[in-house]
């Protein structure tokens, strides 16, 4: 339950942690602006958690949102819904009244409830968008979240269509930036600008990957950080692709012997397959993938010599590294994880039937 009572604490910050749940540095009866405040206060703190309980994230959200789109009439709505449940002794009538005289200009510009919109409904539908063997990208929707705050905190008075958000390591905000629109937009465009390329790469397979190994998520953000650096620079088609295509094979090899051990089959292999016997394993066994654009059969094959060669040192072209880009951009390591998830019986909470 959100504490609407006044508070007597001290909150240095955005808000204060106790056994009694999310105290919020402003107060939710001194006007619109300051519901508001206090909701993303609540929001951040709860996202800040090692335990999230995405029950309150998706309250919160949704409140964010209705309040955005409908401004007063909403919250003065709240008001009387939290009156009732709480059982405040004051007529509610007469709180409403007191926060109409009192703090009427205390609300949002419509600029900040169209960003406010935006970035509620982004945060919620992350639970909309996500499969069962995806997982919440929890340190996104905090990101977004602080972004929020920060600009209704510094007040925004004219209209916006796109914000540059730069992001440190574990989501941390950095630095915003925006662009002022000649006229109103209802939709605002953000982009994500990492600073730590490879955090960032790590945290989109730890969101949609949960079923590879952690060292496995780690070698493929490293091996997308590189790759991005070689598809700016056009003189890279002429240099080896070794480095990066060895990393994604590497995990590709790992992970497919996981799988075959998961398996259920006879006469698993007692040591780690190299290629050339993996893809004659995996194709004598009938070993099972969660389809796709591909068959894993003919992904394996292909693969075979220009992996034999990289991992000899070899030059790898530029030829031969798009193949492998034409599995990995048909999901290729999604597809590997969903196969391990399936064979292990886990899925990500919340799952569908939560929120349908």
Same mark, same amino acid.
């Given at each position: 339950? *959100?504490?609407?009572?006044?508070?007597?604490?001290?909150?240095? $910050?955005?808000?204060?942690?106790?056994?009694?749940?999310?105290?919020? /540095?402003?107060?939710?009866?001194? $006007?619109?602006?300051?519901?508001?405040?206090?909701?993303?206060?609540?929001?951040?703190?709860?996202?800040?958690?090692?335990?999230?309980?995405?029950?309150?994230?998706?309250?919160?959200?949704?409140?964010?949102?209705?309040?955005?789109?409908?401004?007063?009439?909403?919250?003065?709505?709240?008001?009387?819904?939290?009156? #009732?449940?709480? $059982? *405040?002794?004051?007529?509610?009538?007469?709180?409403?009244?007191?926060?109409?005289?009192?703090?009427?200009?205390?609300?949002?510009?419509?600029? #900040?409830?169209?960003?406010?919109? #935006?970035?509620?409904?982004?945060?919620?539908?992350?639970?909309?968008?996500?499969?069962?063997?995806?997982?919440?990208?929890?340190?996104?929707?905090?990101?977004?979240? /602080?972004?929020?705050?920060?600009?209704?905190?510094?007040?925004?008075?004219?209209?916006?269509?796109?914000?540059?958000?730069?992001?440190?390591?574990?989501?941390?905000?950095?630095?915003?930036?925006?662009?002022?629109?000649?006229?109103?937009?209802?939709?605002?465009?953000?982009?994500?600008?990492?600073?730590?390329?490879?955090?960032?790469?790590?945290?989109?397979?730890?969101?949609?990957?949960?079923?590879?190994?952690?060292?496995?998520?780690?070698?493929?953000?490293?091996?997308?950080?590189?790759? #991005?650096?070689?598809?700016?620079?056009?003189?890279?088609?002429?240099?080896?692709?070794?480095?990066?295509?060895?990393?994604?094979? $590497?995990?590709?090899?790992?992970?497919?012997?996981?799988?075959?051990?998961?398996?259920?089959?006879?006469?698993?292999?007692?040591?780690?397959?190299?290629?050339?016997?993996?893809?004659?394993?995996?194709?004598?066994?009938?070993?099972?993938?969660?389809?796709?654009?591909?068959?894993?059969?003919?992904?394996?094959?292909?693969?075979?010599?220009?992996?034999?060669?990289?991992?000899?040192?070899?030059?790898?072209?530029?030829?031969?590294?798009?193949?492998?880009?034409?599995?990995?951009?048909?999901?290729?390591?999604?597809?590997?994880?969903?196969?391990?998830?399936?064979?292990?019986?886990?899925?990500?909470?919340?799952?569908?039937?939560?929120?349908?």
């Amino acid at each position: 339950m *959100i504490n609407w009572q006044p508070i007597n604490e001290f909150v240095d $910050g955005e808000y204060l942690d106790n056994k009694l749940g999310i105290i919020p /540095r402003h107060n939710y009866i001194t $006007g619109l602006k300051n519901y508001v405040l206090a909701t993303l206060e609540q929001l951040i703190g709860n996202l800040s958690r090692l335990n999230i309980n995405d029950d309150m994230i998706k309250f919160l959200c949704s409140s964010l949102y209705s309040v955005a789109q409908r401004g007063n009439d909403r919250y003065f709505e709240v008001i009387k819904e939290v009156h #009732e449940v709480v $059982g *405040i002794e004051v007529n509610v009538e007469d709180i409403i009244t007191k926060v109409k005289n009192t703090y009427q200009d205390n609300t949002l510009t419509d600029p #900040e409830a169209i960003v406010l919109s #935006e970035i509620a409904s982004n945060n919620y539908n992350e639970y909309l968008m996500k499969s069962d063997y995806q997982r919440c990208d929890y340190s996104a929707m905090l990101t977004l979240s /602080r972004l929020a705050y920060q600009i209704i905190l510094q007040g925004l008075d004219r209209y916006i269509d796109y914000i540059e958000v730069f992001v440190d390591t574990d989501g941390l905000l950095s630095s915003w930036q925006f662009d002022y629109a000649e006229k109103k937009n209802d939709n605002i465009w953000i982009e994500w600008v990492p600073l730590d390329k490879v955090d960032f790469y790590y945290s989109i397979y730890h969101t949609n990957c949960g079923g590879l190994s952690d060292n496995s998520m780690w070698d493929l953000a490293s091996a997308d950080s590189v790759a #991005e650096q070689f598809e700016k620079d056009d003189s890279r088609k002429t240099v080896s692709y070794n480095m990066p295509f060895k990393q994604y094979c $590497g995990v590709i090899e790992q992970e497919i012997n996981e799988i075959i051990q998961l398996s259920n089959i006879k006469n698993k292999p007692t040591k780690l397959l190299m290629w050339y016997d993996l893809k004659q394993f995996v194709k004598e066994n009938k070993i099972q993938f969660v389809e796709g654009l591909f068959s894993f059969n003919k992904m394996l094959q292909d693969l075979y010599w220009p992996r034999n060669l990289s991992s000899h040192g070899e030059k790898i072209t530029k030829e031969q590294y798009d193949k492998l880009m034409y599995y990995k951009d048909r999901q290729l390591f999604e597809l590997i994880s969903y196969t391990k998830l399936q064979l292990l019986g886990k899925k990500f909470e919340p799952v569908l039937p939560d929120y349908e």
